[in-house]
C-alpha cells in the first residue's frame, strides 16, 4: 500500500492522509492538477502553509493571473523569485512562494543557452516576442521549466506546484510536448534550411528552392513576420534540442518516486469528469497519484433529518396542517402558547411569525440536503470508476480565502480529510 493512504470499509474509498504525505521526507514535489476554478490555487498554497508548520522547507509555484496566494500570505507581490513567506513554519520548516512570470522564465532560458549577441538578438526578435509572451502551450512548458530550476537547485526539500488554470487539466502534460513538436517540426526545420546551408549558396537555396513556398508564406503571414520568424529561427538553432531535452528530462522527474499528484476537483459532474479523465492520464504515463483533494463538499450537523420530512414538515406549518388545529393533542400546542387567564395580546400572529420563520429554515435545510445527496451521487460514480482512489474531502467554506489563518483552517480540513458536519 501507498504511502499517504488509510484503508477505510469496503463502501468508501480510502482516505487521503495528507499529513503523512507531507511528512514522507521522500516526497519531494506535490503538483496540483485539475480544471479551472476547482481550488488548485488554494490547495497549494495551504498544503504548503502545513508542511512548513511540520518542519518541511516548502517553496510553492502558483500560475495564478488572480494573484490571491501573495495576498493570502500577506506578500504585496510574488515574481518569478521565490520569497519567504513571514510568520510560517515550525521545527525548522520554512514557507516560500514564488508566482511563474512565463516570458521572464523563456528569456532566463535564453540567456543561459546563447551567447550576449545571439542571446540579445532573440530578445529582441518581435516573434520570439510573441511567442514567449502568450503562444499556446509556452505557460505550461516554462511552469515545468521553472519547476526542473527549483528542483536542480536543491534549496528545498518540498516543492508544491499549482499547474496553470487551462482549460483542460490534461494541458499541463501535454503542452510540452506540442511546443517542443512545433520547434522540431517540419515548418521549422524548412525556415531553418537556408540558415543552415549558409551565405550566397543559403541564399540561392532560398531564392530557387523555396521561391513558391516563401510567396505563399508571405501572403499569409506578411513580409515582416515571415522575416521575424526565419530570423528567429536562425538564431534558435541551436537551442532547439535542448527545449525537447529539457522537457523530456521534467517529464521523467515527473515520474520518479519522489513525486506526488494530487488532483483536485469539486463535487459537480464536469469537474469529476475532468479528474477521471486525469486519474486515467497519470496511470497511463506510470506518474505517481497520491489522491483525490474533493473542495467544497456541503455537509449538515442535522444529517438525520431528511430533505422529504423537513419539506413535509414545511409544509405542514405553512399550509395549516395537522400541529394547527385547536381539538385533539395538537391544542395542546395552542394552550401551552397562551395560557388561560394569561390574556397575551398578539400570541396567535406571533405563533405565526415562528411559524413562518421555522418553515423557512425547514425548506433551506431540505435544499441542503438535496444538495449533499447531489454531490454524494456525483462522488459514488467518481469512486466506483476508480475505487483504488484516496480521497480527502475538504467542506465548503462560507468565504473566500484571504489570508494565513484561513489557510492554516484548510491545511487542517484537508488533513482531516472529511467534510465538516459528514
Same mark, same amino acid.
Given at each position: 500500500m501507498s504511502e499517504g493512504v488509510d484503508t477505510v470499509g469496503l463502501d468508501t474509498p480510502p482516505?487521503?492522509?495528507?499529513?503523512?504525505?507531507?511528512?514522507d521526507p521522500e516526497t519531494r514535489i506535490v503538483v496540483c492538477c485539475g480544471a479551472g476554478g476547482v481550488g488548485k490555487t488554494t490547495t497549494a498554497a495551504a498544503l504548503g502553509v502545513r508542511a512548513a508548520g511540520r518542519g518541511r522547507k516548502a517553496v510553492v509555484l502558483t500560475i495564478d493571473p488572480a494573484r490571491r496566494l501573495a495576498q493570502s500570505m500577506g506578500i504585496d507581490s510574488l515574481d518569478n523569485t521565490p520569497r519567504r513567506v513571514a510568520g510560517v513554519g515550525a521545527d525548522g520548516g520554512e514557507l516560500h512562494a514564488m508566482m511563474l512570470d512565463m516570458k521572464r522564465t523563456f528569456d532566463e532560458i535564453v540567456e543561459a543557452h546563447a551567447d550576449g549577441e545571439r542571446a540579445r538578438a532573440i530578445l529582441a526578435n518581435p516573434f520570439y516576442q510573441s511567442l514567449s509572451a502568450g503562444f499556446a502551450g509556452t505557460q505550461e512548458y516554462m511552469a515545468m521549466e521553472k519547476l526542473g530550476q527549483l528542483r536542480a537547485r536543491d534549496d528545498w526539500d518540498l516543492i508544491i506546484v499549482d499547474t496553470p488554470p487551462s482549460r483542460s487539466a490534461l494541458d499541463f502534460l501535454d503542452a510540452p510536448k506540442r511546443l517542443g513538436s512545433f520547434l522540431d517540426g517540419k515548418f521549422i526545420r524548412v525556415l531553418m534550411a537556408p540558415a543552415k546551408v549558409g551565405g550566397r549558396a543559403g541564399m540561392k537555396f532560398l531564392n530557387v528552392g523555396m521561391s513558391m513556398m516563401t510567396g505563399t508564406l508571405s501572403k499569409l503571414m506578411g513580409a515582416s513576420l515571415l522575416k521575424d520568424v526565419q530570423t528567429f529561427v536562425a538564431a534558435m538553432d541551436t537551442m532547439f534540442g535542448g527545449f525537447r531535452t529539457r522537457a523530456d528530462a521534467t517529464f521523467r522527474l515527473l515520474q520518479a518516486p519522489g513525486t506526488a499528484f494530487l488532483v483536485v476537483a469539486a463535487p459537480e459532474p464536469d469537474a469529476l469528469r475532468e479528474a477521471a479523465y486525469f486519474v486515467e492520464r497519470l496511470a497511463a504515463e506510470s506518474m505517481p497519484m497520491a489522491g483525490l483533494v474533493l473542495n467544497r463538499v456541503h455537509g449538515s450537523g442535522a444529517d438525520q433529518l431528511s430533505a422529504e420530512r423537513a419539506l413535509a414538515a414545511a409544509e405542514n406549518l405553512e399550509e395549516g396542517g395537522i400541529v394547527d388545529q385547536e381539538s385533539g393533542k395538537a391544542g395542546l400546542r395552542d394552550t401551552a402558547a397562551n395560557p388561560p387567564g394569561t390574556?397575551?395580546?398578539?400570541?396567535? $400572529?406571533?405563533? &405565526?411569525?415562528?411559524? %413562518?420563520?421555522? /418553515?423557512?429554515?425547514?425548506?433551506?435545510?431540505?435544499?441542503?440536503?438535496?444538495?449533499?445527496?447531489?454531490?454524494?451521487?456525483?462522488?459514488?460514480?467518481?469512486?466506483?470508476?476508480?475505487?483504488?482512489?484516496?480521497?480527502?474531502?475538504?467542506?465548503?467554506?462560507?468565504?473566500?480565502?484571504?489570508?494565513?489563518? $484561513?489557510?492554516? &483552517?484548510?491545511?487542517? %480540513?484537508?488533513? /482531516?480529510g472529511v467534510p465538516a458536519g459528514a
Open positions: 482516505r487521503l492522509a495528507v499529513d503523512r504525505l507531507l511528512d390574556g397575551s395580546p398578539g400570541t396567535e $400572529g406571533d405563533t &405565526a411569525v415562528v411559524d %413562518r420563520i421555522t /418553515a423557512g429554515l425547514l425548506r433551506l435545510h431540505a435544499e441542503r440536503m438535496q444538495v449533499i445527496a447531489r454531490e454524494q451521487r456525483t462522488r459514488d460514480r467518481f469512486t466506483s470508476l476508480h475505487p483504488e482512489v484516496a480521497v480527502a474531502e475538504v467542506a465548503a467554506l462560507p468565504g473566500d480565502v484571504h489570508d494565513l489563518a $484561513g489557510l492554516r &483552517a484548510i491545511g487542517e %480540513r484537508l488533513a /482531516a
